[in-house]
């Protein structure tokens, strides 16, 4: 069973990933849905995720401060970040994580999240 973390503070945006996830994915997983990074983060001391999909900018956690949050995931961990603002693209540094991937949440949101679930996160579970 796959893990999945979801941060999302928008819910028609977490509704949407939930969704979609649903139509995509050909493996069981579970999802757990947080608003925040501090109240993801304290579930994740207990409870490891093997994906996490986080928004890049939450109300306790802007852009670089976001990516730097889950810095000490295993790094097994796959991470996937997701902003609206085609400025975040540039500003981002997104290399602390060997499989951490950026997608927009904009009209090719779909491919893009298609893309990386199925060519791009590497799951030792599935």
Not at 10 to 36: C, P
Not at 73 to 97: A, K, R, W
Request: one cysteine or more.
């Amino acid at each position: 069973m796959v893990k999945i973390i979801l941060i999302e503070d928008d819910s028609i945006m977490s509704s949407a990933v939930r969704l979609h996830l649903k139509v995509i994915l050909e493996f069981e997983y579970t999802i757990k849905v947080f608003g925040n990074v501090n109240s993801a983060l304290d579930y994740m001391k207990d409870n490891p995720c093997d994906i996490l999909i986080s928004d890049i900018n939450l109300p306790d956690s802007k852009g670089n401060d976001t990516i730097k949050a889950f810095s000490n995931l295993p790094d097994d961990t796959n991470i996937i970040f997701m902003s609206g603002s085609s400025e975040d693209v540039d500003s981002l540094d997104l290399e602390n994580h060997q499989n951490t991937h950026f997608i927009m949440k904009d009209m090719d949101f779909n491919e893009s999240m298609w893309n990386v679930f199925t060519k791009k996160l590497k799951l030792k579970t599935v």
